[in-house]
């Protein structure tokens, strides 16, 4: 019995022991496992080019699922050693969301300061997707792409390989830039911004500046992104936003202005056949204005009420047979949330899209089209 009872209190010892390191460890570094869970099922009318209705399982309808690990370490000072790692997920059959990427949503490592502001290396999100995800579209940049199409392709798909980017927030003042040195492949395609050219410096690149200003109820910001194709054509991208909170309601206003010579717009915007170097021509000079407008309501603790309205007028846009033309497309999207605790909620969507003109090619047949969705989120 004795050797029973000394091996019990070494173990004794040794699990305290490890405890106080563990501990001391926390209190200078930490690891965050999070995610969300998010599907909903969806009924979409003429979502083909015979104008047939269908019902499906599809990721959620305001944030995509993803799970990450995110982690810092104290340097002292006020700085901090800071990563991230995120992988979008497709909840309804298990698969990830980018068959390409391990961690396709963030993959960085920076330094933060209380002081100085936060500098971070590797993929992740642009200052224009921070704006708009985080404070400035009533949806987040909704998930559907019946939702999401103005600042999906507009802003240039949100996301910057091989970036460096700079944040920092002075008084109510948030500056933020980044500079992208492009993709690490050859190609991406027609439209594609592959990047980091040998002897091109200038092409493939991308950059972003934007400034947000909080006083009181009133947050307004405004930016510019400009992306290149290995070609060294351009899309430059203008935004303004602005954001007034008053009681339990908010109100929401914007603007995305591109000019694209890249064919990209018209790729990630179209759902009928265009053939990239027929259809699709680069220094075309294709323009989209798409001002936008959103209220969210907090009827009760519970529940919040969202309604949405995007709208994009476009020019020198592919139409196919290598014609260009104008055109106009707009959106509206209102969206029911209940609480069911601070972490999990069920919603309710309804979205209705029109097209005219040169934007009858971003529906697959008919010139309108309306989504009913069902779904059920949890965070953690």
């Not at 704006?131 to 019946?146: A, F, I, K, R």
């Amino acid at each position: 019995m004795r050797p029973i009872r000394f091996i019990k209190t070494a173990s004794l010892v040794g699990a305290a022991a490890l405890a106080v390191t563990s501990e001391q460890a926390s209190a200078q570094s930490s690891i965050t496992l999070y995610g969300v869970a998010d599907v909903s099922v969806r009924y979409l009318t003429n979502s083909n080019a015979k104008n047939d209705n269908r019902l499906y399982m599809t990721n959620g309808a305001i944030t995509n699922s993803r799970w990450g690990l995110r982690g810092s370490e104290d340097l002292g000072g006020g700085l901090k050693a800071i990563f991230d790692l995120e992988s979008g997920i497709n909840l309804q059959d298990g698969s990830a969301s980018d068959s390409q990427r391990i961690f396709n949503r963030n993959a960085y490592v920076g330094l933060s300061s209380s002081q100085f502001g936060t500098l971070t290396l590797g993929r992740q999100k642009t200052p224009l997707f921070d704006l708009l995800g985080d404070t400035y579209d009533p949806l987040t940049v909704g998930n559907y792409n019946e939702t999401s199409w103005l600042p999906g392709a507009l802003g240039a798909g949100l996301y910057a390989d091989n970036a460096v980017k700079y944040t920092g927030t002075f008084s109510g003042l948030t500056v933020a830039a980044m500079y992208s040195f492009g993709t690490n492949s050859e190609s991406t395609g027609e439209g594609g911004f592959s990047g980091q050219v040998p002897g091109h410096l200038g092409a493939g690149n991308m950059y972003g500046f934007t400034l947000s200003y909080m006083a009181g109820p009133l947050s307004v910001a405004a930016g510019v992104q400009q992306n290149s194709d290995n070609s060294n054509h351009k899309q430059t991208i203008f935004n303004a936003n602005a954001v007034y909170a008053f009681s339990s309601t908010k109100l929401y206003v914007g603007y995305l202005h591109s000019k694209d010579d890249t064919g990209f717009v018209d790729s990630a915007l179209a759902q009928q056949t265009l053939v990239p170097g027929v259809d699709i021509v680069k220094g075309s000079g294709r323009i989209d204005n798409g001002p936008f407008a959103g209220v969210t309501w907090e009827a009760t603790r519970a529940l919040t009420l969202t309604g949405a309205a995007y709208y994009d007028h476009m020019s020198n846009a592919a139409i196919g047979d290598g014609q260009l033309g104008s055109g106009y497309r707009y959106t509206f999207v209102a969206l029911a949330e209940y609480a069911l605790s601070k972490r999990t909620e069920v919603y309710g969507t309804v979205d209705f899209n029109k097209v005219s003109g040169a934007a009858s090619v971003e529906l697959p047949g008919r010139n309108n089209q309306t989504g009913v969705a069902l779904g059920l989120r949890t965070i953690f």
